[in-house]
C-alpha cells in the first residue's frame, strides 16, 4: 500500500469513528418498537351480523373499515396491523383472540356495527370484557378510542361499557368498537358512505397509535 493510499484509509477510518461519535453525542432516537395490533373485522362469510333495512350487513362494514385501518398505518415504523380476516369469510369467535394470542399482539380491537329494534336508536359505543378492570389497560384503550370514533361519527356517545364478550380470550388489552347503529337511518347512510369508513379507521389507526406511544 502506497503512503498516500494508507493516509486515506486512515482518514476514513477516522471520518468514521467520528460519525459513531456524533451518533452518540446527538442520541439519534432509536426507532420505536415494533408493535402488532391485530383488528377484527365483526363477522363475516355466512354471518352477515347486523342487518339494515335496506339489506345492508354488518359484515361488509367492519371488513371495509378494517381494510382501512391497515391501509392507514402502511409505511408506520411502530405498528403492524393483523387483519384476522381480509375477505368475506366466515372466522370463529375463539379463532380471532387465537390470532392475536399467537401473533403477540399488543392491542385487540374488534369492530362491530350494532342494532336495535327502534330505529331512533344511534351512537357509538365501546365495550370491555367484564373480567377487566374499569380502570385497567383495555378500559384506557376504550375510551381512547370511544372518543376519536364517536366524534367522527358526530351521533350520541353511548359510552364505554362492559360485558361478557369472546375477546376476554385475548391476552392483551382488548376492545369491542360499535361503531354505530345499522337500523338507524343515517347511521347506516354514514357507516355505508366510503368517506365515513376511512374517517372512522383514521380515528381507530390515531387512537392505537396514541394509546402506544403514551407507553401504556
Ligand atoms: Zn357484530
Not at 163 to 189: K, S, W
Amino acid at each position: 500500500m502506497k503512503r498516500y493510499q494508507r493516509l486515506i484509509v486512515v482518514v476514513g477510518l477516522l471520518g468514521v469513528a467520528l460519525g459513531f461519535v456524533a451518533i452518540g453525542i446527538s442520541g439519534p432516537a432509536a426507532p420505536p418498537p415494533l408493535r402488532v395490533v391485530v383488528i377484527d373485522a365483526g363477522h363475516g362469510g355466512e354471518d352477515p351480523g347486523a342487518l339494515g333495512a335496506d339489506g345492508s350487513e354488518e359484515k361488509d362494514v367492519t371488513l371495509a373499515v378494517a381494510k382501512l385501518v391497515r391501509l392507514a398505518s402502511l409505511g408506520d415504523p411502530a405498528i403492524q396491523i393483523v387483519l384476522t380476516r381480509d375477505s368475506d369469510v366466515f372466522v370463529e369467535l375463539a379463532e380471532r383472540a387465537k390470532i392475536a394470542n399467537w401473533k403477540k399482539a399488543a392491542l385487540f380491537v374488534s369492530l362491530h356495527v350494532n342494532a336495535c329494534s327502534d330505529p331512533s336508536v344511534c351512537g357509538v359505543e365501546t365495550y370491555i370484557d367484564s373480567k377487566q378492570p374499569e380502570d385497567g389497560a383495555s378500559a384506557q384503550l376504550a375510551a381512547v378510542l370511544q372518543d376519536r370514533v364517536a366524534r367522527v361519527m358526530g351521533s350520541h356517545d353511548r359510552g364505554v361499557r362492559s360485558a361478557a364478550l369472546f375477546i376476554t380470550r385475548a391476552q392483551m388489552p382488548a376492545v369491542l368498537v360499535e361503531m354505530g347503529f345499522i337500523t338507524n337511518y343515517q347511521e347506516r347512510g354514514a357507516l355505508k358512505a366510503f368517506a365515513r369508513q376511512k374517517e372512522i379507521a383514521d380515528a381507530v389507526y390515531e387512537g392505537i397509535r396514541s394509546y402506544l406511544l403514551d407507553e401504556h
